[in-house]
């Protein structure tokens, strides 16, 4: 509410309220002591409007402040108009820090203000001296200090914003160390891992239980999976090392080309699944089309693990405005998989991936079932 408030007094409306307030005293003054200054013995009306005119000036006080400040000089020698002058050494006070400058004011201004009141008064003394000093001084010292606090704000606020900034790329700083961090435990230990599976499958191939059919499809299937799982390790080093990944992929990026493959996997594995895929989905830029398959991918994972035999439909519409996908499942069939590790990160991963895409993501329960549901928009010159 301050706020707004102090919004309305732009400098322009104080400009426009100081001009009027000064002008109505000069007018007023003059018509209730006509002898002013060496105008004295010209007519009432006269003098009112000689200082109204120099009220007006102050009107210029910002774009012009030396000019109107030595109109205001000047005709205080003519007419006595004590609010002029006084607003005038304020805005010289406001916008002059050299001395000299500050100090030639005063003195054009005192003896402006002597010869205005020995014009009008005959018998000026001391005490009239004093009360031009006092005018011209007591001014200039105030729009003086106003400035310098003014300027000592903006330095502050200044050196504020600048340590907000040092903070923030200090904090950046530490989140692209940690993420290195992060980066090298996941390599050093997930990747060390899932190598010696991949290892461990291969040998299996070609082991005593080679002559197993289905050992030998399991095998290929955990080898597969290994080697996927190695390069979607990669991916997401690459995203949280710092700096630029020098790895090349060693296959195709995940495409919406690729679903057919995914559903055929989880087919292999025991999964009922229908795909229907609608329009051009090869007009999709490469983000947009690894975020699908990352959602078809995921939830095709967690249909498996938490409804075993269940019917899993994919339906991917790429429209004109976007495209959008659906993954549902009903009732398993079977007992969930229990001895499955879940991080609880699937889901709220996604939903990040759409969002910085400038999509939505919503998942939940359907019916008898589950259904994740996905929309992201075109986005143009992205690749």
């Known amino acids: 509410?301050?706020?707004?408030?102090?919004?309305?007094?732009?400098?322009?409306?104080?400009?426009?309220?100081?001009?009027?307030?000064?002008?109505?005293?000069?007018?007023?003054?003059?018509?209730?002591?006509?002898?002013?200054?060496?105008?004295?013995?010209?007519?009432?009306?006269?003098?009112?409007?000689?200082?109204?005119?120099?009220?007006?000036?102050?009107?210029?006080?910002?774009?012009?402040?030396?000019?109107?400040?030595?109109?205001?000089?000047?005709?205080?020698?003519?007419?006595?108009?004590?609010?002029?002058?006084?607003?005038?050494?304020?805005?010289?006070?406001?916008?002059h820090r050299r001395p000299?400058?500050?100090?030639?004011?005063?003195?054009?201004?005192?003896?402006?203000?002597?010869?205005?009141?020995?014009?009008?008064?005959?018998?000026?003394?001391?005490?009239?001296?004093?009360y031009s000093l006092a005018l011209i001084l007591g001014p200039l010292a105030v729009g003086y200090v106003v400035a310098v606090r003014r300027d000592l704000t903006a330095a502050t606020q200044a050196r504020v914003a600048d340590l907000e900034r040092e903070h923030l790329?200090?904090?950046?700083?530490?989140?692209?160390?940690?993420?290195?961090?992060?980066?090298?435990?996941?390599h050093d230990v997930v990747g060390h891992r899932v190598s010696n599976m991949v290892l461990a499958a291969g040998a299996l191939q070609v082991g005593p239980a080679a002559g197993h059919?289905?050992?030998?499809?399991?095998?290929?299937?955990?080898?597969?999976?290994?080697?996927?799982?190695?390069?979607?390790?990669?991916?997401?080093?690459?995203?949280?090392?710092?700096g630029p990944v020098h790895w090349a992929p060693t296959t195709p990026q995940p495409d919406v080309a690729q679903l057919p493959g995914i559903v055929?996997?989880?087919?292999?594995?025991g999964q009922s699944v229908q795909l229907q895929v609608n329009g051009h989905p090869e007009t999709l830029s490469a983000p947009v089309q690894r975020a699908v398959h990352r959602i078809v991918q995921e939830s095709l994972t967690n249909a498996a693990k938490h409804a075993p035999g269940a019917q899993v439909r994919i339906y991917v519409d790429c429209r004109s405005d976007g495209v959008h996908v659906s993954v549902g499942n009903g009732a398993g069939s079977g007992r969930p998989s229990a001895d499955l590790p879940s991080g609880g990160h699937g889901l709220v991963g996604l939903a990040e991936r759409v969002e910085l895409l400038d999509g939505t993501l919503t998942a939940g329960p359907h019916g008898d079932g589950f259904l994740v549901s996905a929309f992201i928009p075109h986005r143009q010159g992205v690749s």
Request: proline residues 4%; glycine residues 8%; positive net charge.
């Open 1 to 95: 509410m301050r706020a707004q408030e102090r919004s309305h007094w732009s400098p322009r409306r104080v400009d426009a309220l100081v001009t009027v307030a000064v002008i109505a005293l000069g007018v007023v003054d003059s018509w209730v002591k006509p002898s002013s200054g060496l105008l004295t013995g010209l007519p009432t009306p006269v003098i009112a409007a000689a200082s109204g005119a120099v009220g007006a000036t102050l009107w210029w006080r910002r774009s012009r402040p030396d000019l109107v400040a030595a109109v205001v000089i000047v005709a205080y020698v003519m007419t006595f108009t004590p609010a002029a002058l006084a607003v005038a050494m304020y805005t010289i006070g406001t916008v």
């Open 100 to 130: 000299r400058i500050l100090a030639a004011y005063t003195v054009a201004g005192f003896i402006a203000g002597i010869a205005g009141l020995r014009g009008g008064l005959p018998d000026a003394g001391v005490r009239e001296a004093a």
């Open 169 to 186: 790329v200090l904090d950046e700083r530490a989140r692209a160390e940690e993420r290195a961090a992060i980066a090298r435990e996941m």
């Open 213 to 242: 059919p289905d050992v030998v499809r399991t095998a290929e299937l955990i080898r597969s999976d290994g080697r996927q799982a190695l390069e979607e390790l990669r991916e997401i080093l690459g995203v949280l090392s710092v």
């Open 264 to 269: 055929a996997h989880a087919t292999e594995r």
